[in-house]
């Protein structure tokens, strides 16, 4: 091999201000190889490729590499086709798919352990879109056909076994980066390490990130000014790389970072995957010259088409060889990007004198890979590695303990709740404002007979509208939804304990908004003073504060979006409102569905009802209906003028709501476990039906 690489000629790459390593091209392969003194090279981390990489002709190498794909991941994926719906007939045609449009056409690639794998391409070219594909997280709407292989198999991504950052940097904005960091570190790290070694690991990580100037800065949101854009990108890489996973996808992990923080990062990812045999996959939109010579191979996409998968280093000789050489004195990716950009389709140099237009280029460049033996190569290793099965993925989720999980998670809720002014104190000072106008309406109602329609009211007012307030945390819970579901779906922790950390921490505050407005407003009215009164009317008030919590969380798992999820939690609590029994009596709902079942589905009966028996209960009034008795009794009221069931106590309306507050949670717990069992068979199921 050594003998016959001397005895063809060297191709060098135009002058840049980035240094290339020297290599050597075979011309039976068309492979592109590093030269023997490349690692001689000043440069941090050498870019030599992995002896799998010498060729396709005598792939010795390479077959004893296959010949057991364990200690990593290898992830390959072949004629790969995503598509999306599409009204316009002409486009979907293209598709061959009935009323859609691609997205991807019949991408095939793959990635090994140790190496990193760069896709690149314009605006709207499909990277994300590609990522989403491998990391089986592509949106219900579309429609996937081709195959994806892990180590040779069809399996699933199990929970802690790969990491996703996506483009968006969902984050807790109340907590500082070492708090971020530091929860993070609790939540995903075994209990095989002691609490001192989490911790180490995260302050390691956060200096790794360049970020220990800013260790104790908020991260900000929109009330609270934290860290810049490109602060909190590597925020989110340090979530990530904590654990260093075995596959790690990341979307723009470059994108708000400067030239020299780029570069740093990317090198950090990069020596992790090399040194632990990592496998990492990468989408970067424009990188400079040297974060280009860190990556190991190359994907360049346009319009969801593949003009290029190799070496970084072939690249170039690529381009030249279909009549785009890169320039000198400029960056190699900028040279790709301009010529593969069709959104502007402006006329490209070919060759010395010709010109075409960047469409044109990019069939030329599409047509040239597909004919090429770089293409053979890249479907050669794809068998190969499909034909040698590697290990089954194992689902181990977080390696912290249930215990632990909860723990943290409670913790980490409770603190984002003290400092986040919109989830509990911003309501606590509308509950006070609403209660003391409530307190001076209704103030010393005494216990004349007018003062039965007013304690009714003032009571209903408090069972439904104090606690029809609750909807106003919502947006602040949705985000903890987002930050719940990078954090499920990268397997840091489960379901179970984020619905008892969530639960757990919201008890103290809204124990606290219910007993100072409850106690405004109960002893300005003037209700009855013995403290078992009291306590039964902060208790139904709690209950019904959670209750309205946790039927929201069940909205949020189901509408996202936080608008949507005010206007639909709004309707239902006022469906239930209006059949609670107090707007109209329970024996005047129509029967077949207002009285059963939805009279007994609204918690507002069994509250309106637990607030009447504790108020009503033992008070005489007088009777002003003439040829009646001169007084009348709680329970003649209650019984006779609300129609409240009075076979049961009190007690047992709190019961029942607390019931049901635990009913709530245990169905948001179910719904968001069915919906991560369901939608993987859902996207099977179209994906076999886009195979048909």
């Not at 319009?303 to 785009?324: D, L, P």
């Not at 930050?483 to 969530?502: C, D, K, S």
Request: glycine residues 8%; aromatic residues 10%; contains cysteine.
């Amino acid at each position: 091999m050594d003998s016959h690489a001397t005895s063809v000629p060297r191709w060098t790459p135009s002058p840049s201000p980035i240094k290339k390593p020297v290599i050597s091209h075979d011309t039976n392969t068309d492979q592109i190889t590093p030269a023997a003194n490349s690692s001689k090279l000043g440069f941090p981390f050498s870019v030599r490729r992995p002896s799998s990489d010498a060729g396709s002709g005598n792939g010795a190498a390479s077959e004893a590499a296959l010949g057991n794909l364990g200690g990593g991941i290898y992830l390959t994926w072949k004629d790969l086709w995503v598509t999306v719906p599409e009204k316009k007939a002409a486009v979907a045609a293209a598709a061959a798919v009935e009323g859609r449009r691609p997205i991807l056409m019949g991408v095939s690639g793959y990635v090994e352990p140790g190496e990193v794998l760069a896709f690149m391409g314009p605006s709207g070219c499909g990277k994300s879109t590609l990522l989403d594909a491998l990391a089986g997280r592509l949106d219900s709407n579309t429609r996937q056909k081709g195959e994806i292989l892990i180590n040779g198999r069809k399996q699933a991504l199990a929970f802690g076994t790969s990491a996703y950052l996506t483009q968006d940097d969902t984050l807790m904005t109340t907590l500082t980066v070492r708090e971020a960091v530091h929860y993070s570190a609790l939540l995903q790290l075994p209990n095989t390490m002691s609490k001192s070694e989490k911790k180490k690991r995260a302050e390691d990580t956060i200096k790794e990130m360049g970020l220990q100037d800013a260790v104790d800065t908020r991260i900000g949101g929109w009330s609270v000014k934290g860290l810049s854009g490109g602060q909190k990108r590597r925020v989110s890489i340090c979530i990530e790389i904590l654990t260093r996973p075995k596959l790690l996808f990341l979307d723009e992990p470059t994108s708000g970072l400067d030239s020299a923080s780029s570069y740093h990062v990317m090198s950090r990812i990069i020596k992790i995957a090399r040194h632990d045999r990592r496998t990492v996959v990468v989408s970067i939109h424009q990188p400079s010259g040297e974060v280009f010579n860190l990556f190991h191979n190359l994907c360049l996409l346009s319009s969801g088409r593949v003009v290029y998968f190799g070496s970084t280093s072939a690249a170039n000789s690529f381009f030249a060889s279909n009549g785009f050489p890169c320039p000198s004195m400029r960056n190699p990716s900028d040279h790709y990007l301009r010529t593969i950009n069709k959104d502007f389709d402006v006329d490209i140099e070919q060759g010395v004198d010709g010109t075409i237009t960047a469409t044109e280029a990019v069939n030329v460049l599409a047509d040239s890979y597909k004919s090429s033996n770089a293409y053979d190569h890249v479907q050669k290793r794809v068998q190969d590695i499909c034909l040698k099965s590697g290990e089954a993925l194992e689902k181990k989720g977080s390696n912290a303990g249930f215990i632990t999980q909860c723990v943290v998670l409670t913790q980490r809720s409770f603190v984002n709740m003290y400092r986040d002014l919109g989830y509990y104190w911003l309501r606590l000072a509308i509950y006070i404002a609403l209660c003391l106008c409530v307190g001076t309406i209704y103030y010393d109602i005494g216990h004349s007979y007018g003062s039965i329609q007013a304690r009714s009211s003032m009571l209903f007012f408090v069972a439904a509208f104090l606690t029809f307030m609750a909807i106003g945390g919502f947006p602040s819970f949705v985000e903890d939804m987002k930050i719940f579901t990078r954090e499920r779906l990268n397997g840091h922790y489960g379901v179970a304990a984020f619905v008892v950390g969530n639960t757990i921490s919201s008890i103290p505050y809204l124990m606290l908004i219910s007993l100072l407005p409850g106690a405004m407003a109960y002893y300005l009215v003037g209700l009855q003073k013995s403290i078992d009164h009291f306590v039964c009317f902060l208790l139904v008030l709690f209950t019904c504060m959670m209750l309205v919590e946790s039927l929201m969380m069940i909205v949020a798992s189901v509408v996202p979006d936080f608008l949507m999820g005010i206007i639909t939690g709004a309707g239902i609590q006022g469906v239930m409102m209006l059949n609670g029994g107090f707007f109209l009596l329970p024996d005047d709902l129509p029967k077949p569905f207002w009285r059963y079942p939805m009279y007994y589905i609204a918690f507002h009966k069994y509250a309106d009802q637990g607030f009447f028996k504790n108020e009503f209960e033992g008070l005489t009034f007088p009777n002003e209906l003439a040829g009646g008795a001169s007084t009348i009794t709680g329970e003649e009221i209650l019984r006779n003028v609300w129609q409240v069931e009075m076979c049961y106590s009190k007690w047992i309306d709190v019961a029942i709501l607390f019931g049901m507050v635990v009913l709530y949670r245990f169905m948001f717990l179910g719904i968001i476990k069915a919906k991560e069992k369901f939608r993987p068979m859902i996207r099977a199921f179209l994906a076999g039906n886009a195979k048909d």
